[in-house]
C-alpha cells in the first residue's frame, strides 16, 4: 500500500511544478508581448513622415504624399513636441528646410536704403509731330483724273505733284478769267513782263496788286496751289485740272485717291508728315510720374541705332491710356536722316534723382489685389508673412513705405511657392 501511494505522490508533485513553469511562462511571453508592442508604438509615435515637397502635411505611417504623389520620408522627433513647437509660430508662417530652400529656388536678401541717381527705362512710340503735319484738303467737290506712284510710307518733296482732279468747269473758268484779267490790267503795257517795274502810278499799282490778289485768293479757295498759280500767270491759258501738290518735304502718312475718285468737298487727299522732328510718346505709370520734370532731358534708343539720340520732356500734360493704364508722356527729338518712322517703338530713358528710401526687389513682394506682402526670415528656415505698403517702382526696384526696417532678410526669389505653402498650411490648422 505506502508503494502505491509514493509513486502517485511523485506524478503530483512533477505535474504541479510543469503546470506552474507553464503559468510563469504565459505570464511572461504576455508582459514581453506587451512591452514590446508598447515600444513600438513610442517609436511610431516618436516617428512622423512628411512630404518633401509638402512638409506641413504629416502622418504616422509611411506611404504617399496625397497632393503631389511623392513618397513620405520619416523624420524623428516630430510627433507631439514638434506640433508644439509649430503652434509657437506666428500665423501664416512657415519652415523651410535648408535643402527644400535649395529645391524650390528660395533665394534671401536683405531690406536696404536707397539713395541717387537711377535710369527710369520704359518704352515709347514714334508719333508725327502734329505741328508739322499737313493734311492736303479737297476745296470743291469733283473727280481725280491722275494719280502718281506715291503711296503711303514715301518721301515726297515740296510742290511735288501727287495727283489732279477735274474742277467744276464754270466756277473755275470765271475764276481764272478774273486772275488773267487782273493781270493784264497791271500789266497793259504789252512790253512790260511779269516781275517788271509797271509803267503806271504808285497808287494804282497797289491797287492792282491788291485786285491780282483777291482774284488769286479766288483760285487758291478752289484748291489752286502757289506754284500752280506762278504757271498760270506765265502761260495765261485756261486749265481743266486742279493739282494736287506736296505742302512740304516729307512723309506720306496717309493716301486716299485713286484714279477716277469722285469726292466732296473736304475729303483729305493725302497726309504729310514733316519728319524732322518728331513725337515720342512713353509709357509710365502714375507712381513714376513725379519723378519726370518737364522739359527734363531723356534718351531713346532703336534696335537698329548705334548710339542713343538726346531727347526732350514736353511741357504738354500727359494722356492717359485706358487699354495699357499708363500715362502716355510726351518727349520731342529731332530725327536726323529721318530714321526715326511713324509707328516705331523704342527705348526710352530718363535720369532720376531718388531721395533715401527703402526698397525691395520686385519679386520679393506678393500682391494679391487687396494687400501686399513680404515673407521676412525669422530664424531656423522660418518666414512670416508681413503685409506691406509700397510706392514707386523703378526697374526691378519698389519702394516699401511702410511695414519693413532696414537690414530683415527677406524673401526675394521663389516667394509665390513660399506663399503656397503658407498658404496650404493655414487650411490645415483651421
Known amino acids: 500500500m505506502n508503494a502505491q501511494v509514493k509513486p502517485m505522490k511523485h506524478i503530483i508533485a512533477v505535474t504541479a511544478v510543469a503546470v506552474s513553469l507553464a503559468a510563469g511562462s504565459f505570464a511572461g511571453g504576455k508582459w514581453w508581448t506587451h512591452r514590446a508592442g508598447a515600444a513600438r508604438a513610442s517609436a511610431q509615435a516618436g516617428t512622423v513622415y512628411t512630404c518633401p515637397m509638402h512638409p506641413d502635411y504629416r502622418r504616422d505611417q509611411p506611404g504617399d504624399c496625397p497632393i503631389c504623389g511623392m513618397h513620405l520620408e520619416a523624420q524623428r522627433g516630430g510627433g507631439a513636441a514638434g506640433g508644439a513647437a509649430s503652434r509657437t509660430l506666428p500665423d501664416g508662417a512657415v519652415q523651410v528646410s535648408p535643402e527644400r530652400q535649395q529645391a524650390i529656388g528660395v533665394r534671401l536678401g536683405v531690406v536696404g536704403r536707397l539713395a541717387g541717381t537711377r535710369v527710369l527705362r520704359t518704352t515709347g512710340r514714334v508719333a508725327p509731330d502734329e505741328n508739322r503735319t499737313y493734311p492736303i484738303v479737297a476745296a470743291v467737290s469733283g473727280w481725280i483724273r491722275h494719280v ?47 516781275g517788271s517795274q509797271p509803267r503806271s502810278q504808285p497808287h494804282d499799282s497797289a491797287r492792282a496788286d491788291a485786285g491780282i490778289e483777291r482774284m488769286a485768293d479766288g483760285l487758291r479757295n478752289l484748291g489752286v496751289s502757289t506754284s500752280q498759280l506762278r504757271e498760270m500767270a506765265k502761260r495765261r491759258e485756261l486749265v481743266q485740272d486742279i493739282r494736287v501738290e506736296s505742302p512740304v518735304d516729307g ?97 526710352v530713358e530718363f535720369p532720376v534723382d531718388l531721395p533715401p528710401t527703402l526698397v525691395v526687389p520686385a519679386d520679393a513682394i506678393v500682391d494679391s489685389g487687396l494687400r501686399k506682402m513680404v515673407f521676412v526670415e525669422c530664424g531656423e528656415g522660418n518666414f512670416v508673412p508681413r503685409v506691406v505698403e509700397t510706392g514707386w517702382r523703378i526697374g526691378g526696384d519698389v519702394q516699401v513705405s511702410k511695414g519693413l526696417t532696414a537690414g530683415e532678410r527677406i524673401v526675394i526669389s521663389g516667394t509665390f511657392l513660399v506663399d503656397s505653402e503658407s498658404r496650404m498650411k493655414a487650411a490645415t490648422n483651421q
Open 251 to 347: 512723309f506720306v502718312l496717309k493716301r486716299n485717291v485713286s484714279p477716277g475718285l469722285r469726292f466732296d468737298r473736304g475729303f483729305e487727299f493725302y497726309r504729310i508728315a514733316d519728319l524732322n522732328r518728331v513725337w515720342i510718346l512713353a509709357d509710365v505709370y502714375r507712381d513714376q510720374l513725379p519723378f519726370i520734370r518737364r522739359g527734363a532731358s531723356a534718351r531713346i534708343t532703336t534696335a537698329e541705332a548705334s548710339r542713343a539720340l538726346p531727347a526732350t520732356v514736353s511741357p504738354s500734360e500727359p494722356i492717359f491710356d485706358e487699354a495699357t493704364l499708363t500715362l502716355k508722356v510726351r518727349i520731342e527729338a529731332a530725327n536726323p536722316k529721318l530714321a526715326l518712322k511713324p509707328g516705331m517703338f523704342l527705348d
Open 148 to 194: 502718281d506712284s506715291v503711296t503711303t510710307g514715301d518721301v515726297v518733296k515740296a510742290d511735288q505733284v501727287l495727283a489732279s482732279f477735274l474742277a467744276p468747269q464754270p466756277e473755275f473758268d470765271s475764276a481764272q478769267q478774273s486772275y488773267y484779267t487782273a493781270l493784264e490790267i497791271l500789266y497793259r503795257d504789252a512790253s512790260a513782263l511779269p
